[in-house]
């Protein structure tokens, strides 16, 4: 899959309807200050479509791109942000519960888990619910600029056994390089045909 045009569509606090809503979907999920926004501009290849943030919480709604005309990519909320209120957690579940009960047109979720970390507890549960759901999931591995060759290697190994999949489907992903581009939009192209 190559990504010809990208624009932003809209935000939304409650999924639910919205204009050209029924093309097939990409989501993006993970913790929050993970990468998701970045990852989205460096896959568009269009610096400040999705806002990003050095603070986690930036994105509270649910951000929907078109690219190429054809698809939507879905920018998510991320969770597991410690300092974010109750009531903030609870607004956060029942915006996810929402999408996942209406996107019917969701093909397959990109989970982002940061190279340097063993995933968390909210990662294993998203995990866990795709699985669940029969929700076809890629992961890729942010921030992977960040460390050594040797280091990463070993961080591959963690997260994967931590999330029961394979080293080698894990994707490693830098929005500083660009690594990972090409392998992510073939991996995704794969879910979309
Ligand atoms: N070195 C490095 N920094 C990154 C990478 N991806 C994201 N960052 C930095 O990490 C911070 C968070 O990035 P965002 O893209 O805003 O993260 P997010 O997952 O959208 O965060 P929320 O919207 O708060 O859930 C920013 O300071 C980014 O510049 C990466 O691949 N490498
Ligand atoms: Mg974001």
């Known amino acids: 899959?190559?990504?010809?045009?990208?624009?932003?569509?809209?935000?939304?606090?409650n999924y639910g309807p919205f204009t050209g809503k029924g093309l097939k979907q990409i989501a993006i999920a993970g913790k929050s200050n993970v990468g998701k926004s970045s990852l989205i501009n460096g896959l568009c290849r269009a610096k400040g479509?999705?806002?990003?943030?050095?603070?986690?919480?930036?994105?509270?709604?649910?951000?929907?791109?078109?690219?190429?005309?054809t698809i939507h990519l879905i920018d998510l909320p991320g969770y597991g942000y410690a300092?974010?209120?109750k009531s903030e957690q609870q607004?956060?579940?029942?915006?996810?519960?929402?999408?996942?009960?209406?996107?019917?047109?969701?093909?397959v979720m990109l989970l982002l888990v940061d190279i340097r970390h063993e995933p968390s507890a909210g990662d294993i549960e998203m995990v866990e619910f795709l699985r669940a759901g029969h929700i076809p999931f890629i992961v890729a591995a942010t921030k992977a600029d960040k460390l050594s060759r040797a280091?990463?290697?070993?961080?591959?190994?963690?997260?994967?056994?931590?999330?029961?999949?394979?080293?080698?489907?894990?994707?490693?992903?830098?929005s500083q390089t660009g690594e990972g581009r090409e392998a992510l939009l073939?991996?995704?192209?794969?879910?979309?045909?």
């Open 91 to 107: 607004r956060w579940g029942s915006m996810m519960q929402g999408y996942f009960e209406k996107a019917d047109e969701l093909k």
């Open 49 to 69: 479509l999705a806002k990003t943030s050095s603070t986690p919480g930036k994105t509270r709604l649910i951000n929907v791109f078109l690219i190429n005309d």
């Open 83 to 85: 300092k974010v209120s």
């Open 186 to 193: 073939a991996e995704l192209g794969k879910h979309l045909d």
């Open 1 to 13: 899959m190559e990504i010809k045009s990208a624009k932003f569509v809209t935000s939304l606090a």
């Open 151 to 174: 280091q990463r290697q070993r961080s591959l190994m963690i997260v994967a056994r931590t999330l029961l999949v394979q080293p080698w489907e894990i994707t490693p992903w830098s």
